[in-house]
């Protein structure tokens, strides 16, 4: 693409839209047209700074947005329905990171995926993504093994567990052939007693500013492996979103991975 990409991000002032617009600030790749918050924000109808992105201002819809060409979303369930019947009106590529949905919207997210290019993850890090892929290779190998995923995050997260560990624990699932509604026990506070056998365990940590911390336990007898992650800066997820956001703009309508984009030529 010869000409910037026109982005869009929903969710822009939240944690994750201020280090998207911290991220574009300089980066000839993007031209940022739209950025949409909460009704009632008090950013809505501000200028977009620091950043200073060419006297744009906060919208909290999308009626008067320009022409675009992919929308980045980390917003929540509640903002999802307004931006993805303008994405599906528009043709406008799709990358989110929202979690959290109920049945009908994760089943309107999978039926605009054959009409609009979309990419949905739990988790923009790239190097999650490498700890997937040796997660389901682990778990394959070893189908046998306990495994427990265990994870944390800063106090005031919503969901639990986070969208990355059960990311992870469908990836384990699926690489043993079963399902993780068929295998998951993500509490024993109430059912005491032997682990079940093939169960997937989960544990949670809330506290202080964690940004994010994952590990995946395999415990045989006599030997444990661990396969772990842990980001410091929220940085990496933006940076991750917006390589995502600039591949997938050039993409045919599909529901895509970030196991795609990492498998692309660079």
Known sequence: MTRPV??????????????????????????????????????????VAPVGHGGLHYAHDWTNAPALDVVIDFSGPAALPA????????????????????????ARLVDAATHIPMLRAANFSLGVVVLTRLLREAA??????????????HGRKQDAPSGTALALGHAAAAARETTLGATAAYSRADRPGERVPGSIGFAVVRGGDIVGEHTAMLIGQGEQLELGHRATDRTIFARGALHAAYWLSARAPGQWTLDDVLAAPR
């Open 83 to 106: 931006m993805l019947d303008h994405c599906l009106a528009h043709g406008t590529a799709l990358v989110s990171g929202t979690t959290g949905m109920d049945g009908a919207l994760e």
């Open 6 to 47: 026109r982005l869009a991000i929903n969710g822009a002032s939240g944690r994750m839209g201020n280090a998207l617009l911290s991220l574009l600030d300089g980066d000839a790749r993007f031209a940022l047209g739209h950025a949409v918050v909460a009704p009632g924000s008090p950013c809505d109808g501000q200028s």
């Open 140 to 153: 394959a190998a070893l189908p046998g093994w306990d495994l427990e995923i265990v994870e944390a995050h």
